[in-house]
């Protein structure tokens, strides 16, 4: 199997390549622009990138006035594989160099039945991405896991909803099996770069993006970087206390803001409402579905079901009290919302507003936009590829 070997041989051409990474073709004089750097010793740089083959020319440039200069674009036969572990399914992307998602294939799969498994799902869904025609090989390839991960050594650490998964190398293990090289990280940091880089963070360096899925968490982006803390494990909000000495949480905790509002929180307050009679819409469809999911709430609340619209309501104050005080202490320029409870749409979205809005302080939320994510399940799949193109575009 095809390894990419070729890298940048310095900070020069790291910066050109994530240039045309990020914003597609460009001709010589533009990329001159945007880089410090003399036209000889741009030219210079140019020729050892394409000697590479890790750009190519593409064509000539419009003309700027005197000789037309030729357009470079990143090899065009690169591919990136994307593959963001949620706690009940799996998705699985295939990009080419510009992270635009050329494939994308969804499973459900529950992530407790360990890394073997999982993993095994994996490799059967990037086969058949091979097979579909959109790749010959991966160049690399970006994991998401819904956990806490030793970032340099692409290893969970004691993942709450993950056992089994605690120290599992999962960065080696999958890249002996791809054969590429590959990256590991916190899936929220993901949803993070995914909205980032193509996505309603485009051009924001500071922001927030919370995942309200099964579980909590949080990606904090500071000057374009995602934070990730010491030890990897910085923006796990969901084991923020929201209620004192309250609910026990999946963490032994009592009072957890995942205990009170996340997928799984959301589905026991839903069957207890349709249950206790509370909901005549949610106890049908626990009737005809056996259980019960953010789905069916979201379902129930745009059919006008009171019970469940204050349970988002709720859960949306729960959520908002906590961002508050993230609003207050990082002042960020935006707060991103994704994940599968976001679902819930606009309902959730005005109650996380309001208590944010009306807890912090003026100054942090004068200029605030809390906005859902606009890429949905791509977000994960298009950061685990920026993931892996920003370790092969650094200098070696």
Not at 132 to 154: K, Y
Not at 354 to 382: C, H, M, R
Request: proline letters at 5%.
């Amino acid at each position: 199997m095809r390894r990419m070997t070729a890298r940048p041989a310095n900070a020069h051409q790291a910066r050109l390549l994530r240039l045309l990474r990020d914003g597609g073709p460009n001709s010589r004089a533009q990329l001159g622009d945007q880089v410090d750097l003399s036209r000889s010793k741009l030219a210079v740089e140019v020729d050892r990138l394409l000697e590479t083959g890790l750009v190519v020319a593409d064509g000539l440039a419009a003309s700027r006035g005197g000789r037309r200069s030729h357009n470079i674009r990143l090899a065009p036969g690169m591919r990136f594989l994307g593959v963001d572990i949620g706690a009940t399914s799996i998705d699985v992307a295939v990009t080419n160099a510009e992270l635009e998602v050329l494939g994308h294939l969804n499973h459900p799969m529950d992530v407790r039945e360990g890394p073997v498994a999982v993993f095994e799902q994996v490799l059967v869904m990037a086969a058949k991405l091979k097979v579909s025609g959109l790749a010959e090989e991966f160049d690399g390839a970006g994991i998401g896991v819904p956990g806490p991960v030793r970032f340099p050594e692409g290893v969970p650490v004691a993942p709450p909803i993950m056992p089994g998964w605690d120290g599992f190398p999962v960065r080696e293990a999958l890249s002996q099996e791809l054969g590429c090289p590959v990256m590991v990280d916190n899936d929220v940091n993901l949803m993070a770069m995914g909205e980032q880089h193509a996505g309603v963070a485009r051009s924001v360096d500071d922001f927030l993006c919370v995942k309200i899925g099964t579980g909590i968490g949080c990606g904090i982006v500071v000057g374009g970087d995602v934070y990730r803390g010491t030890t990897g494990s910085a923006g796990d909000i969901g084991h923020i206390q929201a209620v004192p000495e309250g609910r026990a949480c999946a963490c032994g905790n009592k009072g957890c803001l995942e205990a009170y509002f996340s997928g799984a929180a959301l589905a026991r307050d839903a069957e207890e409402a349709a249950r206790s009679g509370a909901s005549p819409e949610l106890a049908g469809r626990l009737e005809t579905s056996g259980r019960l999911t953010a789905v069916d709430v979201a379902a129930a609340a745009a059919a006008g079901d009171t019970a469940a619209l204050d349970l988002i309501r709720a859960g949306g104050n729960h959520v908002g009290q906590v961002i508050a005080g993230l609003v207050s202490f990082f002042n960020p320029g935006l707060v991103v919302i994704g994940g599968g409870v976001t679902g819930l749409g606009h309902t959730l979205l005005a109650s996380i507003r309001t208590q944010v809005y009306k807890q912090s302080l003026p100054l942090a939320t004068g200029n605030l936009p809390i906005v859902l994510g606009e890429l949905g399940p791509a977000a994960g799949v298009t950061g685990a590829a920026r993931l892996i193109s920003d370790h092969l575009f650094s200098p070696v």
